[in-house]
């Protein structure tokens, strides 16, 4: 029933800006649970941002200051602001949503930062 369909991914050089965005497709009565998750090749899934009960937002100590994660609940849209990138940040982002209590993701999309 939910859907959730990424954008924004790409190339940029250390220093320099990304912006990803996630939008949900179904039935859904909330929004207040939502998060990004990122990937390197060969390593674990690792948490970047949340945002927990609408309510508050916590991120991963290497983005703190220069990532921030964002939502539009008119849209069913979330957004993950990066600024100040670093070679560091390349993965594969997913975006995350908490709804019926069950976890929906999305496809993933892939940030890659070098110069």
């Known amino acids: 029933q939910v859907q959730l369909v990424e954008s924004g991914g790409g190339l940029a050089q250390p220093g320099g800006s990304l912006r990803l965005s996630c939008t949900a497709y179904g039935s859904i009565s909330d929004f207040d649970n939502i998060g990004w998750y990122r990937q390197a090749p060969g390593k674990q899934r690792e948490f970047v941002a949340i945002i927990v009960n609408g309510d508050s937002a916590y991120y991963t100590d290497s983005v703190k200051g220069r990532f921030t994660i964002s939502r539009d609940n008119s849209k069913n849209t979330m957004y993950l602001q990066m600024n100040s990138l670093k070679p560091e940040d390349t993965g594969v982002y997913y975006c995350?949503?908490?709804?019926?209590?069950?976890?929906?993701w999305g496809q993933g999309t892939q940030v890659t930062v070098s110069s």
């Open positions: 995350n949503l908490k709804w019926v209590y069950v976890d929906h």
